[in-house]
């Protein structure tokens, strides 16, 4: 896991406590150094060590924060993918959850330096992170400029979201909860008014393929996805697919090491 690291409370300008919403990005690589590499030339992302540990950087761009990195992947025997994490209030509280209702916590909840985490699968195998505790500085800004968000590729939006919400408490009523809303047959997360996350249908849970499977997906944002895309074929990965949508262009990438994320023009 590469959670966030920061002395900072994690609450929204309001002051109500931080719960259910997506609060971070991370990458479990299995080599940092080839890892940081190919995501400085094709982003332009910059690395600040955490107190973690050498085996954890955070990327910076313009000096705020945009993801994690580290080279855990081995360690803990998982495929390279991107991975989002969900604050949570109380993650052994949230892990109890996840198994009472078929789904499983593979690591965790474990402390770490500021708080506590557990990496998960969900019942149709998609794996996601939980994090108690502060979160990465100047969470706000983060959310509120949109410098990721995530989608879930998944076998059915409904039951997915019904989980989650069980699991994450979204749609409690309490302050500082998700808003869930069905929009244009996909499940659409709110939070503090912003588009955290969404929910698709018709992942296959038996496709050979892992990218049609059920799996949560990381979307960056970024001025021109087609010039970064070309620098990702000259770093050694490799451009999955490409276009234009209603929203702006868009590629989706893999990295050399497998490890596939979307990048969507801002605005």
């Known amino acids: 896991m590469t959670p966030p690291s920061t002395d900072s409370t ?26 940081l590499d190919f995501y400085g030339e094709v982003m332009g992302w910059s690395f600040g060590p955490v107190k973690l540990g050498d085996e954890f ?29 969900f604050a949570v209030e109380d993650a052994d509280v949230t892990a109890s959850r996840i198994r ?5 916590v593979a690591v965790g909840p474990v402390a770490v330096y500021t708080g506590r985490g557990a990496l998960a699968a969900d019942r149709d195998g998609a794996v996601f992170g939980i994090w108690q505790g502060p979160l990465v500085s100047n969470w706000e800004s983060w959310r509120d400029t949109a410098p990721a968000w995530t989608r879930l590729h998944t076998r ?9 919400g069980e699991v994450l408490d979204w749609v409690s009523g309490r302050p500082g909860c998700c808003d869930v809303q069905y929009e244009h047959d996909e499940v659409v997360l709110r939070h503090g008014g912003q588009i955290v996350a969404r929910l698709t249908s018709g992942a296959v849970e038996a496709a050979p393929d892992p990218n049609l499977r059920p799996h949560w997906h990381t979307h960056f944002a970024v001025d021109d996805p087609h010039a970064h895309a070309e620098r990702a074929r000259a770093q050694g990965g490799t451009v999955l697919a490409e276009g ?17 994320f979307t990048l969507n023009g801002k605005g």
């Open 156 to 164: 059915d939006a409904f039951d997915a979201a019904i989980f989650y």
């Open 244 to 260: 234009v949508s209603s929203t702006g262009p868009w590629a989706r990438i893999s990295d050399p090491d497998g490890a596939a």
């Open 10 to 35: 994690a609450r929204l300008g309001s002051g109500a406590p931080v719960f259910g919403a997506p609060c971070w990005v991370s990458l479990m690589a299995r080599d940092l150094d080839a890892a």
């Open 57 to 85: 950087r955070v990327a910076l761009a313009d000096g705020r924060p945009v993801a994690g990195i580290s080279a855990l992947a081995s360690a803990f025997q998982v495929a390279v993918a991107w991975t989002p994490y």
């Open 100 to 104: 009472e209702r078929g789904a499983t």
